[in-house]
C-alpha cells in the first residue's frame, strides 16, 4: 500500500496502537487509494475489534475522543470512523491510532440484517452497523455493498 500526503506517517503506521499520541488529534490522511483515515483517542473503557463502528464519545470534551459503546446520546449516534485495529480494554493510559473515515472499507461489522444497497448508520448494539430507518438519515456514514455475515464491505462517506 503506498501513500500520498500523510504528513510524514509512514505507511505501516496506520494501524499502529500507542498510547502515547503521535500525532495531533483530529489528524486526517489519505491514501493512493482514495482511503482516508483520522487520528483519533480511544476511550478506555471498552476493547476495540477491527471493523467496529465507532461514534464520539460524549463523556470527553475532546472531540476526537472515539468509542464503540453506543449509548442513547445525539453525540453518539454519529460515526467517528470504522477500527482498523485492535484497542485493548481498561488500560492505564489513552490508546491513540486511526479509524478509517472514507472510501472502501471492507470490516464493517453489522447487526446481522444489513443487505447489500442500503444506508448504514450506527446501531444501538455496541461496535456494529444497522440499516437506516426513517429519521435516521443524518447518521448515514455509508452503503453496504455485500449482504452483512457478520462483517460487510462498504462505501464510507459523510465522515469527514
Known sequence: MS????GGIPPGSLTDVTTE???????VVFSEDGKGY?????ADAVAVAVGHVMTYDA???NHYV???DRSDDEVSTICAGIAIAAVATNTTSPQYGFVQVSGY???VLGDGSVAAGEFV???SADGTADTMADGEEEQVFGM?????????DAILRGIL
Do not use: S
Open 121 to 123: 448508520v450506527p446501531d
Open 144 to 152: 453496504c455493498l455485500t449482504n452483512d455475515g457478520p462483517n460487510f
Open 3 to 6: 501513500f500520498i500526503n500523510t
Open 38 to 42: 483520522r487520528y483519533v483517542q480511544f
Open 66 to 68: 472515539v468509542t464503540n
Open 105 to 107: 472499507c471492507d470490516t
Open 59 to 61: 463523556a470527553q470534551a
Open 21 to 27: 499520541a503521535k500525532w495531533d488529534l483530529g489528524k
